[in-house]
C-alpha cells in the first residue's frame, strides 16, 4: 500500500518562508496520473485543501493562501512540493499531502508554526 510522508514543517516567524516536501512511501507507477494536493489541519478544525496540482500540472489555491503558497510536483521521484511564503499564524497547522480524490491513509503531516 502506497502512504505519502511530508517533510519540512517548523517554526517560522511570520513574513518567513518554508518548502514542504511530500513523497510516496515506495517508488509507485501510478503517482503521474493522479492529481496531488496538500491539506492543513489547525486544532479544532477540519482538514481543507490548500492547494492541487493536476496531472497537467494546472494549479488551484485556497483563496487564503492564493499568491502565496506554490504546489510543484516531480513525477520522476514521486513528489509533491508545497513553497510557503509570507506565512501568517493562521497559516499554522499540521500539513498533509494526499491524492485527489484521497488514495490510501493520511499520513503523519508535519507541523508548521508560525510565530514570533
Known amino acids: 500500500q502506497v502512504q505519502f510522508v511530508e517533510s519540512g514543517g517548523g517554526l517560522v516567524q511570520p513574513g518567513g518562508s518554508l518548502r514542504l516536501s511530500c513523497r510516496t512511501s515506495r517508488s509507485y507507477s501510478g503517482f503521474s496520473d493522479m492529481a496531488m494536493a496538500w491539506y492543513r489541519q489547525a486544532p479544532g478544525k477540519q482538514r481543507d485543501l490548500v492547494a492541487r496540482i493536476g496531472t497537467g500540472r494546472g494549479t488551484y489555491y485556497a483563496d487564503s493562501v492564493k499568491g502565496r503558497f506554490t504546489i510543484s510536483r516531480d513525477n520522476a521521484k514521486n513528489m509533491v512540493f508545497l513553497q510557503m511564503y509570507n506565512l501568517k499564524p493562521e497559516d499554522a497547522a499540521v500539513y498533509y499531502c494526499?491524492?485527489?480524490?484521497?488514495?490510501?491513509?493520511w499520513g503523519q503531516g508535519t507541523q508548521v508554526t508560525v510565530s514570533s
Open positions: 494526499n491524492a485527489v480524490p484521497q488514495f490510501g491513509p
